[in-house]
Nanobody, 126 residues
Framework: VQLQASGGGLVQAGGSLRLSCAASGRGFGTYRFLGWFRQAPGKEREFVAAVKWSGGVTYYSDSVKGRFTISRDNHKNTVYLQMNNLKPEDAAVYYC???????????????????WGQGTLVTVSS
């Protein structure tokens, strides 16, 4: 399975962006969790949001809760991240990830995910 992330760009603080992560190839139905992570220069990759593919339960980091929304389209094998009220500290490369063995307690751990998209850059100007 290949993951293709898109939708990044330059936005002013307070603005919005929607990221997409489309999956192609066989085996997508075996993923348990789809997630979004981000990595700013000089920082470690951090968890942003995740969704259980079956059932659609969502999880968020405290820093984005109430501003970001993760959703999925089962028919399109696509997961989205709607980002509202963006702040300069949200600027980073955003990665989508998919995991077969992820469980609720490991949803925020990059190492728990099997496959990663190539990343899409989000820049937020103040």
């Amino acid at each position: 399975v290949q993951l293709q992330a898109s939708g990044g760009g330059l936005v002013q603080a307070g603005g919005s962006l929607r990221l997409s992560c489309a999956a192609s190839g066989r085996g997508f139905g075996t993923y348990r969790f789809l997630g979004w992570f981000r990595q700013a220069p000089g920082k470690e990759r951090e968890f942003v949001a995740a969704v259980k593919w079956s059932g659609g339960v969502t999880y968020y980091s405290d820093s984005v809760k109430g501003r970001f929304t993760i959703s999925r389209d089962n028919h399109k094998n696509t997961v989205y991240l709607q980002m509202n009220n963006l702040k300069p500290e949200d600027a980073a490369v955003y990665y989508c990830a998919a995991g077969r063995g992820v469980i609720t307690s490991t949803r925020g751990e990059p190492g728990a995910y099997d496959d990663w998209g190539q990343g899409t850059l989000v820049t937020v100007s103040s």
